[in-house]
């Protein structure tokens, strides 16, 4: 496994040693006693989610304000944009973001700690997204930034209008939702 820092303290890529031949392949996706020498970080996963959705759906930009979850996020078929938005308030890169490519291909991770808003656009015809989570989903805790931010400026790299559920579309600016310290 081989891990790689990103422009934001804290967002890390993770290459994975994959083991292939005519056969296929093989990776660890994760090796807790592993991800603790290379990162310095003792987590503890307590839920695993998937999702699959269709080309051009965005989903995000999500956060818990309380329980806040770090993120181990994959994808296993097509590939995402995926985008982490620092919202701790006191970081020196507060509104700053990484956007990163994941896919089944490339079979990068990408590790997204507590006080980031997270979210993705699917780039394939569809994707199958997995991430692991440090805490439980709490819906009464979910917080929800609008993709389209001004002050964010991502680039989502969109083709055509994207597909967004009917609770993202009521996603708050950064100016007016609730941040991390």
Request: charge should be negative; glycine fraction near 6%; include cysteine.
């Amino acid at each position: 496994m081989k891990v790689i820092e990103t422009a934001i303290s804290g967002l890390l890529l993770i290459e994975p040693t994959v083991f292939g031949d005519d056969r296929g392949f093989f990776f660890e996706s994760f090796n807790r006693r592993k991800f603790a020498e290379l990162t310095g970080l003792e987590v503890d996963f307590v839920q695993d989610n998937h999702s699959r959705s269709s080309k051009n759906v965005l989903r995000g930009l999500h956060y818990q304000i309380n329980q806040p979850q770090g993120k181990l996020v994959r994808v296993v078929q097509g590939s995402v944009l995926d985008v982490a938005v620092d919202i701790r308030k006191n970081s020196p890169t507060f509104g700053k973001h990484v956007a990163m490519e994941l896919s089944a291909e490339n079979k990068r991770m990408f590790w997204i700690p507590a006080g980031f808003a997270h979210g993705f656009v699917v780039l394939s015809e569809f994707a199958d997204f997995l991430y692991k989570t440090t805490d439980y989903w709490y819906p009464e805790y979910e917080r929800c930034i609008s993709w389209n931010d001004r002050e964010l400026a991502i680039d989502w790299k969109l083709a055509a209008p994207p597909v967004i559920s009917a609770k993202d579309t009521q996603g708050l600016s950064l100016a007016d939702t609730d941040l991390f310290e």
